[in-house]
């Protein structure tokens, strides 16, 4: 599968932004799919993942009850709703995505991820 990410950009502090990431192939509902960020200097972190069947979300808690994860089959693609955005969302955003068989899993470790994206660019202002 190929992804893509796009959506990113310059954004107040407290304000939202919504990436969207867009996979190819026809086998889109067999991959589990997260959201990583990475800001200079520091190690990519997880942010968000949900299941195949969208069922179940996880999220770091740097950002939980502030971003929302979510999938459209239909479209093959996956999205990060970031409300409230705060200076320290500042990153790179990459999404990714395993081939699975669980309908339920979701994973939060980026060594559990087999394809990404491109990453896209969120700086947000104070």
């Known amino acids: 599968v190929q992804l893509q990410a796009f959506g990113g950009g310059l954004v107040q502090a407290g304000g939202s932004l919504r990436l969207s990431c867009a996979a190819s192939?026809?086998?889109?509902?067999?991959?589990?799919m997260g959201w990583f960020r990475q800001a200079p200097g520091k190690e990519r972190e997880f942010v968000g993942g949900i299941s195949r069947n969208g069922a179940n979300t996880y999220y770091a808690a740097s950002v939980k009850g502030r971003f929302t994860i979510s999938r459209d089959s239909a479209e093959n693609t996956v999205y990060l709703q970031m409300n409230s955005l705060k200076p320290e969302d500042t990153a790179v955003y990459y999404c990714a995505a395993r081939f699975t068989s669980s309908s339920n899993d979701v994973y939060t470790g980026d060594d559990q991820y087999n394809y990404w994206g491109q990453g896209t660019q969120v700086t947000v202002s104070s």
């Open positions: 192939g026809r086998t889109f509902s067999s991959y589990v």
